[in-house]
């Protein structure tokens, strides 16, 4: 008989009956990682012919590429090799081999679930085998020889119950006995010989009273009797400790030590005297802190907080004299800024922290400075930009500088407010639009190589455009097509466009106006203008009383020939009464009799074959009818509000239509009566308005508060927007994207082996059979017939909507034997010379085939009657399948040639 098996199967085993079945890929709830993201909230998306508009209060766009990077030392490129890791790093060492340790509060790297502190090996890849899953952050790190030293704010780690302080054998990965157990965080560790000293915000080491400091034994984890004690206005404690060879220094938040002036840096022997090193940090209005020092041959450099050193006016960052603690000249004004971390490696000083500027050249977040001349102040041309200016790591780590903290991209485009994301590159559209006049974009339409906006503004550059402008999508150069959309006057600044739709050779456009083409043709709330020209035509329907723009269009859906109207308005047409919802015919400008009544503005609408969904401020009433979350679908002929009334547990904000489901996102955490969790976004069946089982993995990183804003969607995407910290364990915010398209077809083989089948699939797809890769004429129904005795490789195509799903590739081999139906004897098998068949019934004609395992005729005897036989002498050694042919039935059997 026949057997199916996948293409890049090797054997082939003679079976007597094969069933095969392949994966279905069912629509996920997973995120596509592909598309850029943003800085920032997102609260308006738009999709229109590949291109989808972004608006919302962010200031930056760019790929994903998680908290932390490795940069080259000199020129700042990033290493797109290194693995994402979700969430922030607050520290990164070397590992010693070429890889590093990494620290922070973060879900995962790359696609392995890991928290919070994890080996990243030379090879770029996450080590597997070593996951102690802190449950709480990791701060800090420091390795000496064997020994790995973590600290931070936990409870467990490794499976064990310890407390913010730990070790590990960095040979074997295992977590040591050493258990000093401090009882609050740890911020800084530094070993020098058998000591270990460590500072924080705690009051105890193990049951040995410690504020802020201690020098621990780093075999029995007790603490040793050095003890400083620190004071200041509220609880003290250290931020970082730093060791040369005959001194420790210490900085954090104090101001007397053992009841010595200091303000919040200090100088000890190794003996733990305190030294009178001392640089005299002052502040006002507040107190001071040091956040890092980072000690060289000379120099003690110092980042913190403070206004004056030694009585000199100096802030955030400064140089001293390693000897005199003396205010050394070197001045790099970074005054309102904050820097958090200090690294040097050679001549060059790494920073990071909350800045835009040193000196005065703009730098966001991270810099460099050389300083093997401290009489000026060099910053560097090494610039990564993270895309928040808040670093918190930066690390010379071998032959490269690690950049990492509470960001998740870097180098990325300013888009403030708007950006434009290609379908095709998965990236923003390269040409920024300058509404540095005021104003913001909300919505977009493409055709062509023409991208049409609308929004509220005035000028694009230097350029007039009121609310409504068009781009060449291939140069983004602002096209002279100018509608010019106006309120009570050309230039009003309370007109906008909220919603434009093109039909045909027309741009539909929705929002608060009273005009267009400077004027000369009023138009309220509505208008149609010329694609080619921007001039508008006849249609009118003229929405509010005709005097005033308080009455607006929020959003409109063409269907056919109807454009139904959603916005805040009570008339259309001059005397119809509409209640924030109309339908007009999108040819005459006729107001049509479907008029539901909503008892507050209604912001979208959308219309599916049974329904129009809408959302709004209707919470009281729609068509009669309670909708607490402000979702309700419509009646599409008498305007009733429908049965449907699905329970969210908060507000919905937006919808989205494909061919089958209806999306929904907001302000909620479940949905339905039944308390189903879903995180701010579901789906519901068109056909049966169930919610659909569809659980899609966008987060709020345990906050509570799921806000998707806004929703969008193409044939084969649903666009997702608003203040959301992840998808799936990436720190990707604020905006994601999921795959809607339905599943891969699957092929089976029929019964009798004489047909392969697809399961129908959607109304509106259409199907396309293949064979060896093209395409059989006519095979466009869920049944192909095949020829049984033809090895070949199948594979079914459907599409539906723009979404093109292949089948996996259905091999069909000659292989095995049936059910003997047509052959009383077939002997001797195997067989050395001749080959006897005696068949049920005589035939008048029949015809044997042997063909070798692949397929190939090796011999054809043709004959007649009852008894054959078969010479084989001619034929290698070997398996066969014998093909029995009388006109009226098809076998296969198999056979073995033997010498």
């Known amino acids: 008989m026949i057997a199916a098996t996948p293409t890049s199967r090797r054997l082939v085993t003679f079976l007597a009956a094969l069933f095969f079945t392949f994966r279905l890929l069912a629509q996920s709830g997973e995120h596509l990682q592909e598309n850029w993201i943003t800085d920032s909230d ?281 000897g005199k603690a003396s205010l050394l000249a070197w001045d790099p004004a970074m005054t309102g800024s904050s820097v958090s971390k200090l690294s040097s490696l050679g001549n060059m000083l790494y920073l990071a922290g909350y800045f835009d500027y040193v000196g005065a050249i703009q730098r966001y977040g991270v810099a460099s400075i050389d300083i093997s001349d401290l009489n000026t102040v060099t910053v560097t041309n090494w610039a990564p930009r993270p895309n928040t200016t808040y670093g918190s790591v930066v690390t010379p780590v071998g032959s490269t500088v690690f950049v990492g903290g509470y960001m998740n991209g870097f180098n990325w485009l300013d888009r403030p407010g708007f950006v434009l994301m290609s379908e095709a590159t998965h990236e923003a559209w390269p040409f920024p639009v300058d509404l540095s006049g005021g104003g913001n974009i909300n919505t977009i339409a493409v055709k062509g190589n023409v991208l049409y906006i609308g929004g509220r503004f005035n000028l694009i550059g230097r350029d007039t455009r009121n609310n409504l402008a068009a781009f060449d999508l291939t140069t983004g150069a602002l096209l002279p097509w100018d509608p010019s959309v106006d309120g009570l006057s050309v230039g009003d600044p309370n007109a906008e466009v909220y919603n434009i739709r093109i039909k045909d050779n027309l741009l539909y456009v929705a929002g608060r106006f009273r005009s267009v083409n400077n004027a000369n043709t009023i138009r309220f709330g509505l208008a149609a203008v010329e694609l080619t020209t921007g001039a508008a035509n006849a249609w009118n329907p003229s929405v509010g009383d005709g005097k005033t723009i308080d009455q607006m269009v929020l959003s409109i859906d063409i269907v056919g020939n109807t454009v139904y109207a959603s916005g805040s308005f009570s008339l259309v047409g001059g005397s119809n009464a509409r209640g924030n919802l109309a339908a007009i015919d999108a040819t005459s400008g006729a107001v049509l009799p479907w008029a539901p009544i909503s008892n507050g503005p209604v912001r979208k609408i959308r219309v599916a074959p049974n329904a129009a969904y809408v959302v709004g401020d209707f919470a009281n009433g729609i068509g009669g009818q309670v909708r607490t979350a402000g979702i309700a679908a419509l009646d599409l002929s008498a305007g009733k509000t429908l049965p449907w009334d699905t329970l969210f547990g908060g507000s919905v904000s937006d919808i989205a239509l494909s061919a089958t489901d209806l999306y929904v996102s907001g302000y909620f955490d479940y949905v339905g009566k039944s308390f189903t969790f879903r995180p701010g976004l579901c789906s519901f069946s068109l056909a049966t308005g169930a919610l659909n089982p569809w659980l899609p993995d966008n987060g709020d990183g345990g906050e509570g508060g799921y806000e998707v804003e806004a929703l969008s969607i193409s044939p084969t995407k649903l666009y997702v927007g608003g203040y959301i910290n992840y998808f799936g364990i990436e720190n990707r915010e604020n905006y994601g994207e999921y795959g809607i398209c339905p599943a891969a077809p699957v092929i089976n083989s029929s019964a009798d082996g004489t047909s392969l089948t697809t399961p129908t699939p959607l109304a509106g797809s259409t199907i396309q059979w293949y064979r060896n890769n093209v395409a059989v004429s006519g095979a466009t129904t869920a049944t192909l017939p095949i020829n049984m005795f033809e090895n070949a490789t199948y594979a079914v195509e459907v599409t539906y909507f723009g979404c093109v799903g292949r089948s996996t590739d259905y091999t069909y081999l000659i292989t095995g034997t049936e059910k003997p139906s047509n052959i009383l004897a077939l002997y001797p098998n195997p067989v050395r010379d001749e080959l006897n068949i005696h068949l049920k019934e005589a035939a008048a004609s029949v015809t044997f085939t042997i063909n070798d395992i692949t397929g190939r005729p090796m011999k054809v005897v043709q004959g007649s009657g009852q008894e054959h036989v078969l010479s084989l002498r001619d034929l290698p050694a070997g398996p066969y399948v014998l093909m029995i042919d009388n006109g009226a039935q098809k076998q296969a059997h198999k056979i073995i040639k033997v010498n």
């Open 42 to 322: 997102v609260n308006r998306i738009e999709h229109s012919n590949g291109y989808t508009m972004l608006s919302g209060y962010f200031s930056q766009a760019g790929p994903y590429q998680g908290g932390g990077v490795t940069t080259d030392p000199t020129t700042g490129v990033v290493d797109t090799a290194m693995p994402k890791i979700h969430g922030s790093v607050q520290e990164v060492i070397s590992d010693g081999s070429g890889g590093w340790y990494v620290a922070g509060y973060f879900e995962g790297i790359d696609t392995v679930r890991i928290q919070n502190l994890a080996h990243i090996k030379s090879d770029k890849t996450v080590d597997r085998t070593w996951k102690p899953n802190p449950d709480g952050g990791v701060t800090v790190l420091a390795l000496d020889g064997s020994t790995l030293y973590a600290g931070g704010n936990f409870t467990l780690i490794a499976g064990q119950s310890r407390k913010n302080l730990v070790s590990f054998n960095a040979t074997t990965g295992a977590l040591t006995a050493w258990n000093p157990a401090p009882d609050n965080e740890i911020y800084t560790i530094a070993v020098a010989g058998t000591t270990v000293y460590v500072g924080g915000y705690f009051g105890k080491i193990g049951s040995a009273t410690r504020y802020g400091v201690a020098a621990i034994d780093a075999t029995t984890g007790i603490p040793t009797s050095w003890a400083p004690v620190l004071a200041g206005s509220s609880t003290p404690y250290v931020n970082v400790i730093k060791l040369d060879a005959n001194n420790i220094y210490i900085g954090g938040y104090f101001t007397t030590v053992g009841g010595v002036a200091r303000g919040s840096l200090a100088q000890f022997t190794l003996a733990g005297a305190l030294t009178a090193w001392d640089a005299k940090l002052t502040a006002t209005p507040y107190q001071v802190y040091v956040n890092d020092i980072e000690v060289t041959t000379n120099v003690v450099f110092v980042a913190g907080y403070f206004t004056a050193v030694n009585g000199t006016p100096r802030t955030t960052l400064v140089a001293l004299d390693r």
